[in-house]
Structure formats: C-alpha cells, structure tokens
T-cell receptor
Framework: GAGVSQSPSNKVTEKGKDVELRCDPI?????LYWYRQSLGQGLEFLIY????????KSGLPSDRFSAERTGGSVSTLTIQRTQQEDSAVYLC?????????????FGPGTRLTVL | AQKITQTQPGMFVQEKEAVTLDCTYD???????LFWYKQPSSGEMIFLIY??????QNATEGRYSLNFQKARKSANLVISASQLGDSAMYFC??????????FGSGTQLTVLP
C-alpha cells in the first residue's frame, strides 16, 4: 500500500515568513510523529499525535512551531516567522500502535531552506 | 547523558563481507524497543529491524541481524554479505514509554567493490 507522503518535497522561504508542511500518514495508522533532521543536531522529535488524545508537544523548540492533525489523518506542521536556524529536513512518521512493535514508518521529508 | 550512542562515525567494508555497526543505549524503562534505520543519500529513512526489550531471541530480517546484549545495553546491527547498495547512513533508535524515537548520531557505511 501507499507509504507516508509529505509535501512539498522542498521549500525555500525568506526569513520571517510562515510555512506549512503537510504529512499524509499510512492509511489506518493512528499515531503520527514529526521529527527534524539538521546538520549538527541529528534527528530530533518535535510532536506526536495519537488518536483523539492531546498531542505530545514536548519536542517543539519554540512557540513559533505548531501542528495539527485533522480528522485523525493528515497533519500540518506550521512554522511562523521562520528563522535561518529552522533550515532542516522535516520528517513525518506514522505507526500502527496496535502492532506490538509499533514501528514508525517515515515519509520522504520536506527540505526547508530559510534564506 | 546520551540515550543512544553510536561510536563509529564512519565504517568501510568490502563487498560480500559482514560488518557490525555498534549501538549502546541507556534507559531505566523496563519496556522499550530498539530499531535500526537506513538512510541512503536520497534521504528517506528505511526501517530495517526491531528488537523488543522482552524478546528472548535476537531479531533477524534477511541479511540483517541484531546482536542484542541486554545486560550490556547494546544492540549492534550485523549486515551479512554486504552489497554496494548497503552504502548509507545507519541510525540506531530507541522507543521508551513516551513513544517517540530517540536517535543516535548515525554511522556512515561505505561498501567497497
């Protein structure tokens, strides 16, 4: 079946602008995660959605970052007033929590460049 | 303290040989999962293998096996019969009760012809 999809694949923006990144998880997966991969910082967790529960926002680096998940499926990560340090690859993953391994499957990522 | 440590920034292996990529972890949770992912230069994160903390046997998936030593808190990935297409960055990751993955810094594997 279809894997996790993300759009856009690349985004170039100017400092101070807002950006929206989209993630479409694997059908039937109840959990959705956002991570960020940047040089020098490795892969860092941002936010986690599970069903109708309140999201775990503990990884968001500042209040300029927010995310929502509509209808338990598609998620949008929004970065307001982008800064150059926000430049990174943003990865989305989803998992079927009922599966005892709860393996996370990743999308291809969105490469964000803030000029 | 680092939760996941990968001490080999880069590794080289001859085609058709086996290679071991090291990973040690730190957790006080009794229940956790350990994962290995492969990231080729194209950027996608590809799931390779999973080991649960209560699993009695080492996990295997084709040419991949996980050498799980719970007392030593190590979860090394063994790739047998290396192929040129195995050249990539390899990440060890752990999931604790909080569910999100914590990643190591990765090992860049290069397979030589």
């Amino acid at each position: 079946g279809a894997g996790v999809s993300q759009s856009p694949s690349n985004k170039v923006t100017e400092k101070g602008k807002d950006v929206e990144l989209r993630c479409d998880p694997i059908s039937g997966h109840t959990a959705l995660y956002w991570y960020r991969q940047s040089l020098g910082q490795g892969l860092e967790f941002l936010i986690y959605f599970q069903g109708n529960s309140a999201p775990d926002k503990s990884g968001l680096p500042s209040d300029r970052f927010s995310a929502e998940r509509t209808g338990g499926s598609v998620s949008t990560l929004t970065i307001q007033r982008t800064q150059q340090e926000d430049s990174a690859v943003y990865l989305c993953a989803s998992s079927l929590v009922r599966d005892h391994t709860d393996t996370q499957y990743f999308g291809p990522g969105t490469r964000l460049t803030v000029l | 303290a680092q939760k996941i440590t990968q001490t080999q920034p880069g590794m080289f292996v001859q085609e058709k040989e086996a290679v071991t990529l090291d990973c040690t972890y730190d957790t006080s949770d009794p229940s956790y999962g350990l994962f290995w992912y492969k990231q080729p230069s194209s950027g996608e994160m590809i799931f390779l293998i999973y080991q649960g903390s209560y699993d009695q046997q080492n996990a295997t998936e084709g040419r991949y096996s996980l050498n799980f030593q719970k007392a030593r808190k190590s979860a090394n990935l063994v790739i047998s019969a290396s192929q040129l297409g195995d050249s990539a960055m390899y990440f060890c990751a752990m999931r604790e009760l909080t569910r999100q993955l914590t990643f190591g810094s990765g090992t860049q594997l290069t397979v030589l012809p």
